[in-house]
């Protein structure tokens, strides 16, 4: 018995047609003495009918239980008037079995994949290869095979060529920890797996490939969020001879057609732009997700002569803001609802969140508001926050002041929440691009500055003196694909100039010579101007998928705690091994 057809393939066209199908139980049924089985594959669900006319076929199939495996044949017939599946492509037939061969039986299953059950995230994936099997997960691999499909096509016919990068390569700092493997033939030193194929990339352009590609695995040892796994995978992509327009224009019309091509859904194009300073202004994010219409607003102008210090002492200080987030309709929210909401900006590192609740704006004055924060501040100071926002009756005004980072942040998350949980989330897709991101950033701990997205971004000024005046001054020639809130690409024009690079090392990085000796060597030897960008492609599939995390599109992820339930990686190793690689454990000091 050998397949000849799909379960979701077949349909009325093949009516009459003798077919072999293969698959598991998906669910069995027994009506008036016949036996019904939904059949599944990957492709979809198709109903066998038993009859007990074949009395030997028959006992055969009385034995079938959920998740058997089996190949079945017989001829595809018409359902019966008013009992068709219109769910499903192959709901206006049936196949009347014939011959049925049994592959395999299985256990009961520790929880069903009906899609109707909830289970944990932790039995789920100790039993992934059960997950998997779910309908609904199939259809996210399969969604997920035709993005790479596509995009390796629409690269191709842009000239662009697919090139592999090491694996076990240098440790270079990219903004995480980096996983290590030890070296066996050279004792006490260690290979790391990469973040990104960034360094190779960029010689690959040195070297004259002028556009290349690759679906490469890349690793991250950080903590983990919805979004982020210690393995993952990265469309990665470099191009000679182009600037930032170039880059965008080819990439900003891959994803729209992938869209339409995979989703059908049309994306706006162009994509709208925004500096990183408007979206931290405006949205307290550097992704802002444009699917909802709550705004920031900066009012220290405002408050700068106040005597109320938590909002004055911001004010007047250069790296200080006070802004706040109108909500209407939000005079309605309860004490235990802005306590939580409170409580939510102190993840961010908010001390408190002050409001004032508007509600009747045309009272006037104080009459109309009720706040904690109302005695602190003159009613003119008051009257004119409530006209810059254009307050009305049943709005809920939240402050935050301090530190700009902070304040942003915090209002930013709150702003994200109260849309969710206001139901105030515009449907559909919404891209972005957010540019002229700050070159560098000053960390106080280290007393230096570090790159904002990492040290081989070229900077907007290209002029070495200038730029080490002014390195805090200089923006980045960076550029990130936003959407729907998710970063899904980041990239930017890179340091052609060994000069220029240098310069930057000498300010974000002491060991330059010790980690990218190399990289500044290369550049000595001609090597044209050149930029590129990664997209996220798990973060990708998880927005066209409507998952709730990128584990749901990663056939064996780990956990929030970067461990594999189902092979119990990480474990630990044989004494014979760690000497083989000249490595002793250390025990965990407790206190």
Request: proline residues 6%.
């Amino acid at each position: 018995m050998k397949r000849t057809h799909y379960c979701g393939q077949v349909t009325e066209n093949q009516v009459n047609e003798k077919v072999c199908v293969s698959g598991w139980v998906h669910h069995r049924r027994d009506h008036g003495g016949i036996i019904f089985i939904d059949l599944r594959d990957r492709s979809g669900l198709l109903q066998v009918v038993f009859n007990p006319e074949q009395a030997a076929l028959f006992a055969q199939a009385e034995g079938l239980r959920n998740e058997y495996v089996m190949t079945v044949t017989g001829p595809l017939v018409l359902r019966p008037l008013g009992t068709e599946n219109k769910q499903l492509t192959s709901g206006k037939v049936e196949l009347h079995a014939t011959d049925l061969m049994i592959h395999n039986s299985a256990l009961p299953l520790p929880f069903s994949i009906d899609g109707y059950t909830p289970v944990s995230e932790e039995v789920a994936l100790r039993y992934r290869y059960l997950d998997l099997r779910r309908p609904e997960m199939q259809a996210r691999f399969l969604l997920r095979t035709q993005v790479v499909a596509f995009i390796r096509r629409f690269l191709e016919e842009q000239g662009f060529l697919e090139l592999e990068t090491p694996i076990l390569t240098k440790a270079t700092p990219e903004g995480a920890r980096d996983y290590l493997v030890p070296s066996r033939v050279h004792p006490g030193e260690f290979y790391a797996l990469p973040q990104s194929p960034q360094l190779f990339k960029q010689l690959l352009m040195m070297a004259g490939f002028d556009r290349y590609y690759q679906v490469v695995r890349c690793f991250r040892d950080e903590d983990l969020r919805a979004d982020r796994q210690p393995e993952f995978t990265q469309l990665d992509m470099e191009l000679s001879f182009c600037d930032e327009q170039t880059i965008q224009a080819i990439t900003e019309t891959l994803i729209v057609q992938l869209f339409k091509t995979v989703l059908n859904v049309d994306l706006p194009q162009p994509f709208p732009k925004m500096s990183y300073a408007e979206a931290m202004r405006r949205y307290g994010s550097d992704k802002p997700d444009l699917r909802i219409a709550l705004e920031l607003v900066d009012i220290a102008d405002l408050v700068k002569e106040v005597e109320f210090k938590v909002f004055s002492a911001p004010a007047n200080d250069e790296k200080g803001r006070v802004a706040l987030l109108r909500v209407p309709s939000g005079a309605e929210f309860t004490r235990k609802m802005i306590d939580d909401y409170t409580a939510h900006c102190a993840i961010y590192g908010a001390k408190g969140l002050a409001y004032i609740k508007v509600l009747d704006r045309a009272q006037g004055g104080l009459a109309g508001l009720q706040s904690p924060i109302l005695k602190f501040l003159p009613e003119p100071v008051i009257e004119a926050i409530l006209e810059r926002v254009q307050a009305q009756t049943g709005d809920i005004l939240f402050f935050g002041a301090g530190d700009f980072k902070l304040v942003s942040e915090s209002l930013g998350a709150l702003r994200l929440k109260i849309g969710h949980d206001l139901n105030q989330v515009q449907p559909g897709f919404h891209p972005l691009w957010v540019v002229d991101f700050p070159l560098l950033e000053f960390d106080d701990k280290a007393q230096r500055w570090q790159a904002l997205h990492h040290p081989f971004t070229a900077p907007q000024i290209s002029d070495v003196s200038t730029f080490q005046a002014h390195p805090g001054a200089c923006l980045s020639r960076a550029y990130d694909m936003v959407l729907n809130g998710c970063e899904i690409g980041g990239g930017s024009i890179r340091i052609h100039d060994a000069a220029l690079q240098s310069a930057v090392f000498e300010l974000s990085e002491q060991e330059q010579q010790e980690k990218f000796g190399f990289l500044l060597e290369a550049l000595k030897f001609g090597c044209p101007p050149h930029g590129g960008i990664a997209f996220g492609l798990d973060r990708l599939v998880m927005l066209m998928t409507g998952a709730r995390s990128i584990r749901e599109v990663i056939a064996f992820p780990k956990t929030q705690t970067a461990s594999c339930p189902l092979t119990q990686a990480p474990s630990a190793v044989s004494p014979e091994q760690l000497k083989e690689l000249f490595l002793q454990i250390q025990k965990k000091q407790t206190n």
